[in-house]
């Protein structure tokens, strides 16, 4: 099968460039979230609209759904530096409680005292968010939800509705206007726990198709067909790369692409959802294949260059 190992043409960029200073910078809540570790086709700003506007006076609270696994704690503390927020305070349930030691009450220096348990982590953390969200913006993250007992469950709703938090004899109040929280699950939320927060789906990392123009890499408007190619080729292969995704593959093939082999190693190496037993079927194969010309033609193949057999089954 021909397939053609491309040399220095117009679209090669000499000297080496740093891709950060090739293509357009962003500063939406999408590209800030990815700045933060969390990235998608997807647009939240309705999300955070509808959250920070909710008419109720319980504290706002997000429910944060979506498949199996850590990317929905990725969205969450990616949302949370996103939005500027002086104090971020997390939680995670699965962690083992630190060890530490009662503590001994004395009323009067004649007093024997009083041996009191330790505060446990979790109530730490929850007076902690009261006390900072009494002047300043505070985003708490409660991770793994499920794990915890469903007393605790019910203390959050309590939480959410009354704005304050109990402990023992203590009571420690909540300021509405300058907390959200964020609860991630891997299992239904307790009922009313559900109620009283707006829910989000965080789908997989192959999430919607974003048609990318050459404008948004600062490409001419001759690289059209070259986009268009791999926005066909990423439809079969049922993939949607994210928009530095996109930005790291079109690097490559202005700087590293030399045949089609190198095209699958780069759409794998840098596509967070690419599937290897796809990738290394006949199928993805040609469709790669298929994409090759508009790359030539994006590049500029010297008209005098022969065109080589090579086929690399595997990578």
């Not at 939005?83 to 305070?89: D, M, Q």
Request: hydrophobic residues 40%; contains cysteine.
């Amino acid at each position: 099968m021909a397939v053609a190992c491309l040399i220095y043409q117009k679209h090669r960029i000499q000297p080496f460039t740093s891709p950060d200073k090739v293509f357009v910078e962003m500063t939406s809540l999408r590209e800030k979230m990815a700045a933060y570790g969390f990235e998608s086709n997807e647009n939240y700003d309705y999300i955070v609209r509808c959250l920070q506007n909710s008419p109720d006076p319980i504290i706002r609270c997000l429910n944060i759904e979506g498949d199996g696994g850590r990317r929905k704690t990725a969205f969450a503390n990616a949302l949370a530096h996103a939005l500027e927020t002086e104090h971020i305070l997390y939680h995670d349930f699965t962690q083992e409680e630190p060890v530490t030691q009662s503590a001994v009450v004395r009323i009067t220096d004649d007093d024997e005292g009083k041996e009191e348990p330790p505060i446990v982590l979790f109530d730490r953390i929850m007076s902690d968010v009261c006390a900072f969200s009494e002047a300043e913006k505070t985003i708490l993250i409660l991770d793994q939800l499920h794990a915890a007992d469903f007393k605790e469950h019910i203390r959050i709703y309590r939480f959410l509705t009354e704005r304050e938090w109990r402990y023992g004899d203590a009571v420690f109040y909540a300021n509405r206007k300058n907390l959200l929280v964020f609860l991630v699950s891997e299992e239904p939320l307790y009922h009313s726990l559900q109620k009283n927060s707006f829910k989000v789906w965080i789908a997989g990392p192959s999430g919607s198709r974003v048609p990318y123009r050459p404008a948004d890499f600062k490409l001419d408007a001759d690289a059209e067909p070259l986009l268009n190619a791999l926005y066909q080729l990423f439809e079969k292969l049922s993939i949607f790369p994210t928009f530095s995704e996109y930005k790291k593959i079109i690097f490559d093939i202005q700087h590293n692409v030399h045949c089609a082999d190198d095209l699958k190693a780069s759409i794998y190496g840098w596509t967070e959802a690419m599937d290897n037993n796809r990738l290394m079927s006949e199928q993805t194969h040609a469709a790669i294949l298929e994409v090759m010309p508009e790359v030539e033609a994006f590049i500029g193949i010297d008209e005098d260059l022969e065109l080589t057999e090579k086929h690399v089954p595997g990578l």
